[in-house]
Every structure is written in C-alpha cells, then in structure tokens.
C-alpha cells in the first residue's frame, strides 16, 4: 500500500455548506477517537505495509487538534515514508501559526491544503467560516514562507464574489496549487433548507475568469476543478483519479484495494461515523465488478486532462475488446470537441473538462450495452 487517507472528524466550526463527516469535540471524543485509531492503523499494517508515498490528513480540520494531540495521531501510524512522500494536512487559517506550522514541519507534513474558500470578508461570512479575509492572507504566507507546498481552495460563482479578485489574490501569492470549486448544495445541509440554490450561469463565468487569471500566473488545469504549476500536482488526489491503490483510516474514511484473486477487480471499503467505528464496528465492504470498474475508472480519469488509457484499463478490468466497445462512442463526443484520442488514450478537451458529464454518459451506455451487469456490489 503506498497512499494512505486519514479522516479527522473534528472542527472548531461546521459549515452550513458542508456534508463532510465532522463533529465538534467534546469530553474524552478525542481520546477516544485515537485510542480507535490506534488499534485501526495496527490491524491495517498488519495487512497492508510499505512505505507510503503519499498521507493525507483530511477532515474535518486536523490542525484543529492540540499539538499533544496531533503527535498521539503521527505517532499511531507504523508505516515508514518513502523518500521524496507527500504528506499533506488540510487547516484552516484560524489554526496555523509559526509555532504550529514549526510542529507540522518537524511531524513530516510538507504540504498544507488551506481551505480559504474567499479573501472576502462578506463572501466569508455568508459562507459560515471563522477566519476573516486577512486571516487567510497570512496564513498562506507564514506556510510558504515555512517552506510548504501550499495549496488554496476556493469557492467560485458566489452571490455578491468579486470572483477575479479572489483569484488574482491567490495567484499574486505565488502558491502552487489552487482547486477551485462551486458551491454544492447538498440536501440536508442548512443551506439547502434555506432554499439556496447555484447559478450555473454565473459559475461557468467563473469557471472561465479561473483559467484566465490562474493560467497568466503558471497554474495549469489538470482536472476539472485543480489547477497547478508543473510539478504541484497534488499526488495523493492522483491516485484517486487514476484508481490506484489507498488505504482509508478514520470515521467515514474509504479505501479501495485491487483484488487479484476472489470476486471482483477491486474491493471499495467504507468505514462507518464516529460512534460506531469508535465502538469497533468493521467497515462495509463491497466488491466492485469488471464493468463498474470501467464506469468508475471513466468517470473518474476524464477528470484529469490526461485522460484515461483505455489499454490498460481493459488490462485491470478484463473486458475484452473495451477499446472497440468504446470507439464509436468515443468518435462522436470527438466530432463535438468533448474528447480527444491519441492512440489508447482517451482526453477530454477543455469543453470536455466542463462537460463531464456530456462525454460521460455516451460512453457508459457503450460499456452496458456491451458487457452484462456483474452484479458485484
């Protein structure tokens, strides 16, 4: 196993937004949250070692936790680094500081991804965030100047955004990744009961001042909502597009495990919330057959600007002929400027990276036409 996801439930505010697994704390849901994670991490290894080329703490807001707090957490996970591993925390402004970006430093994080979401103080409140515009400012800058590849995420399309000028304020940072997100509105969330609802139209034109103003400062969009300069490509988001191998530890943490032998091409695990998997409670498995495979193999590398090999996935998958199955499909979402082929390799064009979906769908109906359900999961 060489990636390894840790979720950390826990965060100071919960944003009227979010649908994350996040809880406040409170007494001894901690310690007892590491006490589980402990003996999580022990059973994984025993199935699982290698050196990990990539960890990364998500949440919630793990810097968040008290700094005895966050060495118990590191101090948990047996497995060694590999040389040049990126190791990534998500924080929030509002709790990083020189002494704590000192710690994380010195724990072996080398990459902090900031949730800023807006440098706009109004922007930021609508959305529920703690930390004002300025916060966030210094933020960044005190983790760059630590020395850490510095990843921003932003909230785009907003009502009363000056969308360029959250933009141009990331860039002149001088940050290396930015991922650029609109706002979901997921059912159940307080926004969604307050009958909030995106405007596509104008998230499209801030879809567009994205590319323009990040890709003038050298930040490249390699999937449909990051964009980085060469080499800042965050590696562990990588290995989810292209459906390698991860490990998941924590609440609510997935995993996802190729199968050689046994039923299906891969295993997808689920771990349960908080109270259950602190009680032990194992995590849900579900064997993921040839042609859900292919599905999710599709939806997900037609993220990337790279695209999908589609050689390779008939390799992993098994589905004989994939390439053939696919080609006429594939050849009209071509002629409507969506995808891309070179050779086995299937590319969305930019309008293919804002159309996802359009050059999706057309290929899914090829593969189920094609192969019968296997009824795997």
Not at 36 to 48: P, T, Y
Not at 269 to 289: D, H
Request: one cysteine or more; hydrophobic letters at 45%; charged letters at 25%.
């Amino acid at each position: 196993m060489r990636h390894l996801y840790l979720h950390v439930p826990f965060c100071p505010t919960i944003c009227p937004y979010c649908d994350f697994h996040v809880v406040r704390r409170g007494p001894g849901l901690v310690e007892r949250y590491l006490e589980r994670l402990l003996a999580e991490a022990a059973e994984l290894h025993a199935r699982r070692s290698g050196a990990l080329a990539t960890l990364y703490l998500g949440g919630g807001t793990p810097s968040y936790l008290r700094d005895r707090e966050l060495e118990r957490l590191f101090a948990a996970l047996p497995w060694p680094l590999a040389p040049g591993a990126e190791v990534t925390l998500e924080a929030n402004p509002g709790t990083l500081s020189p002494a704590r970006l000192e710690q994380l430093r010195s724990l072996g994080v080398n990459r902090i991804s900031l949730g800023v979401q807006s440098f706009q103080d109004p922007v930021l409140a609508r959305l529920g965030r703690a930390h004002k515009g300025r916060g966030a400012l210094r933020a960044a800058e005190e983790a760059l100047a630590a020395g850490f590849r510095v990843s921003l995420d932003l909230i785009l399309g907003l009502p009363g955004q000056d969308v360029k000028a959250d933009l141009e304020t990331a860039a002149a940072l001088g940050v290396g990744h930015v991922s650029a997100y609109t706002l979901q509105v997921e059912a159940g969330t307080p926004f969604a009961l307050a009958g909030l609802e995106p405007d596509p139209d104008r998230e499209a034109e801030a879809f567009e001042l994205a590319r323009e103003v990040l890709g003038r400062a050298g930040l490249v969009r390699y999937e449909v909502s990051n964009f980085a300069r060469p080499g800042e490509e965050a590696r562990h988001n990588l290995a989810y597009w292209r459906m390698a191998e991860w490990g998941g530890l924590g609440p609510a943490a997935s995993a996802h495990f190729h199968t050689p032998a046994g039923p299906g091409v891969a295993q997808r695990r689920t771990n349960p919330p908080l109270p259950r998997w602190a009680a032990g409670e194992p995590p849900l498995r579900e064997a993921i057959g040839p042609l859900e495979h292919a599905k999710e193999s599709l939806m997900m590398g037609l993220r990337l600007r790279e695209g999908v090999d589609l050689a390779g996935l008939a390799r992993r998958s098994g589905l004989a002929e994939l390439g053939r199955v696919l080609a006429p499909a594939a050849e009209r979402l071509a002629a409507e400027g969506l995808l891309e082929r070179a050779r086995a390799r299937l590319r969305p064009t930019e309008a293919g990276l804002d159309r996802l979906h359009a050059a999706l769908l057309p290929l899914w109906e090829a593969l189920e036409a094609a192969y019968p359900s296997d009824g795997a999961s």
